[in-house]
């Protein structure tokens, strides 16, 4: 790697990742100084193409960003009319009703959006401004200078796929300096793990949990559909087998978000989450509204659950972690965006002030304490505990439990202080021996899809002349390891078919990794047992081609 010389390029602010977090934090420099240059480098081939969040989006972000947002056009025009909440059972489902819920958990005021969509118009408003925006650019690795971050690398491709090495039409991307680094990569970012890893950032906290969420878009009946509608449900099919549950959000256009979350840290390495969200679309309530109708896009994309508790620190020398690269998720809420882009906003303040005062690549301290003592710390705050005690009681009691907490934090007390999360989501996995294999009937081609039948209508794509970015740490593990102990759970938890366990008759078991499918989820990252799998950046403008998720 020394040999190596790249073009060098420098930036006031350098931002890693074109999501809500990283352009809100554009935009936010450019308001404040104009003259102060900014670039942003995002993998996907153009700005919302790896974004799936087919979101309910509380605007008080956007209010704090961009106060004028609602005579600009932005593609956020489906207020929240209905609210639904429904425990499933494999026939029947009971509708909670909302007067006992916490007031936060009320989605009156949000709005269903396409996120990649807003993203898309928020790149627009910050190129308006001027900023630098390049899609198309994996930032692969960090440039330090000393003990500070000073850059990244992005846009290297033309490595060999055998070796690793470059190769004839090596190409090896430039150096874009900064400033400050903004690591705005979304949950389990790649260069945000590197960073805590390095600067010991979750020494004190617990650590992160997640979930792994999956999502289809289908167009539906138009005298099935309600424009505004909000559903969430629990229950069925998980049960007792893990946490997690669905949303269905009707948005424009006779369109409705199917979505389902599985808790990560489920024991049964014989779950698969993929089949858990398609046997759910066979429950009567949702077959009935999904008959008839199409599926025209599905995704996946895991999301941060430890909140307060789990949020690293997240600052270090030259280099600020913004939105889910820390985990900024209200989980009973299902929202992150918002405080994504608060986040975005004070990270942009806090380089404002340093820059002003002829600082660089110091720690933005200001940042951290406004994320923990502002409006994010105190979202986050109010709703710590409904996470671990679903961990450790399971749905009801953290039906019960978590809302009488969030009740008594809408007051400004609670009775349980602050629970800490158990094991990370990867020591969670038990033992296939301890462990009943789960049985799940097979897709119908109607409501129910096989898993790479789907992944066509992520509409990923990578260019396949190089190493796959999916890195085993020990090549033997999946084999000798997780195959006899966990049943190798990579073949299940993946939601994009990536990773095989052949065997062919005399021939002793291969795994196979089929990095083409991937479309940057990170699961793997987080749940294998063995911690043997590292998730980088392909090369070029590779993954999902999301269009409206
Ligand atoms: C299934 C699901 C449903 C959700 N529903 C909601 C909801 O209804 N409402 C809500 O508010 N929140 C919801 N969330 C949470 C929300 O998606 C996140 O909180 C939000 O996306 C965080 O924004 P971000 O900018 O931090 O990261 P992201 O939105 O993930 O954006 C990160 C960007 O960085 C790019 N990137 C990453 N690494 C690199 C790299 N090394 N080089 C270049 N580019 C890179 C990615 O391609 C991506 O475009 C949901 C999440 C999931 C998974």
């Known amino acids: ?52 969040s087919g979101a309910v989006l509380d605007p008080s972000g956007l209010d704090a960003l961009l106060p004028e947002w609602r005579s600009m056009d932005a593609p956020i025009k489906v207020p929240v009319k209905e609210d639904n909440f429904y425990m499933l059972g494999p026939a029947g489902q009971i509708r909670i009703p909302n007067f006992p819920m916490p007031p936060l958990m009320n989605n009156h005021g949000n709005y269903i959006v396409s996120m990649g969509n807003v993203c898309r118009w928020m790149a627009g408003v910050a190129e308006g401004l001027g900023v630098e925006i390049f899609p198309g650019m994996s930032c692969s690795e960090l440039v330090y200078d000393g003990d500070r971050v000073a850059g990244v690398v992005a846009g290297e491709f033309g490595r060999d ?16 300096l900064g400033k400050y680094v903004f690591l705005s990569e979304g949950v389990r970012g790649s260069l945000a793990k590197e960073v805590i890893a390095k600067y010991e950032l979750s020494k004190g906290h617990c650590s992160q949990k997640f979930g792994i969420g999956m999502k289809e878009i289908w167009e539906i009946d138009p005298a099935k559909h309600r424009e505004g509608t909000v559903t969430h449900t629990m229950g069925w099919p998980l049960g007792s087998n893990a946490g997690g549950g669905s949303f269905i959000y009707h948005l424009e256009n006779n369109q409705v978000y199917v979505g389902f979350v ?17 046997r759910f679309k066979h429950h009567p309530m949702v077959a009935e509204l999904l008959k008839g109708g199409k599926r025209v896009a599905y995704g996946a994309r895991a999301i941060s659950e430890g909140g307060y508790q789990s949020m690293p620190k997240m600052v270090a020398p030259g280099v ?66 409904v996470k671990p005690m679903w961990s450790k009681y399971g749905l009801v009691a953290s039906l019960i439990g978590g809302g009488l907490d969030m009740w008594t934090n809408t ?11 158990g094991k990370t989501d990867a020591a969670a996995t038990g033992e296939a021996k301890n462990f009943k294999p789960i049985d799940y009937p097979k897709p119908d081609g109607k409501l129910s899809f096989d898993r790479l039948t789907n992944v066509a209508f992520s509409f990923t794509n990578h260019d396949e002349a190089q190493p796959a970015h999916l890195k085993l740490k020990d090549p033997s593990i999946p084999i000798s390891v997780n ?55 392909p090369q070029g403008a590779g993954g999902p081609n999301y269009p409206n998720m």
Not at 1 to 15: A, H, L, N, P
Not at 483 to 497: N, V
Request: hydrophobic residues 35%; glycine residues 10%; charged residues 20%.
């Open 262 to 278: 599985v808790h990560l840290n489920y024991e049964n390495p014989h779950l698969y989450p993929y089949m858990e969200f398609q």
């Open 411 to 421: 007051l400004g007390f609670s009775l349980f202080g602050t629970l800490r999360h």
């Open 161 to 176: 796929p055998a070796t690793g090495e470059p190769g004839p039409n090596y190409e090896p991307g430039m150096e874009l």
């Open 483 to 537: 195959l006899p102990k966990y049943a190798e759970p990579a073949q299940r938890y993946c939601p994009a078919g990536v990773y095989e366990v052949v065997a062919e008759e005399g021939k002793d078991p291969r795994f196979v990794i089929n990095f083409q499918n991937c479309v940057h989820c990170k699961t793997c990252d987080i749940k294998d047992p063995s911690q043997n799998i590292t998730w980088t950046t």
């Open 1 to 52: 790697m020394s040999q190596i010389v790249r073009e060098k390029m420098e930036y006031d602010v350098v931002i890693v990742g074109a999501g809500p977090a990283g352009l809100s934090a554009a935009i936010r420099l450019k308001q404040l100084d104009p003259n102060r240059s900014v670039v942003v480098l995002e993998k996907g081939s153009e700005v919302g193409a790896h974004i799936l």
């Open 320 to 385: 600020a972690l913004l939105g889910c690269s820390v985990g900024m998720v209200n989980v009973p809420r299902i929202k992150g965006n918002h405080n994504a882009m608060l986040s975005g906003k004070a990270a942009a303040e806090a380089a404002h002030e340093a820059i002003n005062a002829g600082r660089s690549g110091d720690e933005l301290s200001s940042y951290e304490t406004e994320v923990r003592t502002g409006a994010i710390g105190k979202d986050l705050k109010k709703v710590r505990n």
